[in-house]
């Protein structure tokens, strides 16, 4: 049967249910209440959440396709789980601590601190690159926090 079609029905399972609860918990925004316009700081408190809800519910469904476009002659057999490498605790410290240091130093010179650290850790030594890549990212964050949204930032 080369060639035929197979699902990977334990990723459409996962990616259904992840799609279910996107959906259920962007339907409870609407039962928020609307916050006066004056109180909102530029965005009402229902667009963060369904923002990343949305994108949430997009990344299942992307999920959700890949899984039912699974061939049977090229599926791989499932590797055996490992332990957690240690550099997944060691990345859990470090946004720990970004965590407990932004409303420290703020956010951008904790952003300017974290972005190179956390990149070193995992490996990354193209340093144009990477004063390039978080100069955009920080200029992203204040572009869609501050401008857009009217956020303020600590």
Not at 73 to 87: F, H, N, Q, T, Y
Not at 113 to 134: D, K, N, Y
Request: charged share 15%; with cysteine.
């Amino acid at each position: 049967m080369s060639g035929r079609r197979d699902m990977d029905r334990r990723s459409l399972t996962e990616a259904g249910v992840i799609m279910t609860f996107a959906s259920v918990m962007f339907a409870m925004t609407f039962t928020f209440d609307k916050v006066p316009e004056i109180l909102a700081q530029g965005i009402q408190p229902t667009v963060f959440p369904r923002i990343v809800l949305a994108i949430i519910f997009g990344l299942a469904a992307l999920q959700f396709g890949k899984a039912l476009n699974v061939r049977a002659d090229a599926s791989v057999e499932r590797l055996p789980a490992k332990g957690v490498p240690a550099i997944v605790f060691t990345t859990s410290a470090i946004l720990v601590c970004f965590y407990v240091l932004m409303p420290m130093i703020g956010t951008f010179p904790t952003l300017i601190l974290f972005c190179p650290v956390l990149a070193v850790l995992w490996g990354e030594r193209r340093w144009a690159l990477m004063a390039v890549s978080f100069a955009g990212f920080i200029g992203f964050i204040y572009l869609l926090f501050r401008v857009v949204m009217n956020v303020p930032l600590p």
